[in-house]
Nanobody, 121 residues
Framework: QVLPVETGGGLVQAGGSLRLSCAAS????????MGWFRQAPGKEREFVAV????????RYADSVKGRFTISKDNAKNTVYLEMNNLKPEDTAVYCC??????????????WGQGTQVTVSS
């Protein structure tokens, strides 16, 4: 089982930047995907971005395209989410998850505890 652990959340002013990290331990990740999700108070969890360990394919939610960048470091088994031009509506708990199966619709089965991101206006 792959266990993801997130770090890097915090408080930032609107227009600022943060970088989240997700370190994954466990079995080989080569056939897996790593995704970021977020959940704001009173709202459902929503997809943010995903990257494939093999090939480095990426996909983003429309709400973060052009502002967020997902990347990976194979040597460190770590995925990053670089968040720029942050907006108050980006405030949420951000979770990292490990996915498998089809790239078009990964099955995310292992979740981290999450890290809080708060963007002040």
């Amino acid at each position: 089982q792959v266990l993801p652990v997130e770090t890097g959340g915090g408080l930032v002013q609107a227009g600022g930047s943060l970088r989240l990290s997700c370190a994954a331990s466990g079995r080989t990740l080569w056939n897996l995907f790593m995704g970021w999700f977020r959940q704001a108070p009173g709202k459902e969890r929503e997809f943010v971005a995903v990257v494939s360990w093999r090939g480095g394919l990426t996909r983003y939610a429309d709400s973060v395209k052009g502002r967020f960048t997902i990347s990976k470091d194979n040597a460190k088994n770590t995925v990053y989410l670089e968040m720029n031009n942050l907006k108050p509506e980006d405030t949420a708990v951000y979770c990292c998850a490990v996915g498998s199966g089809r790239w078009a619709a990964p099955d995310f089965g292992s979740w981290g505890q999450g890290t809080q991101v708060t963007v002040s206006s």
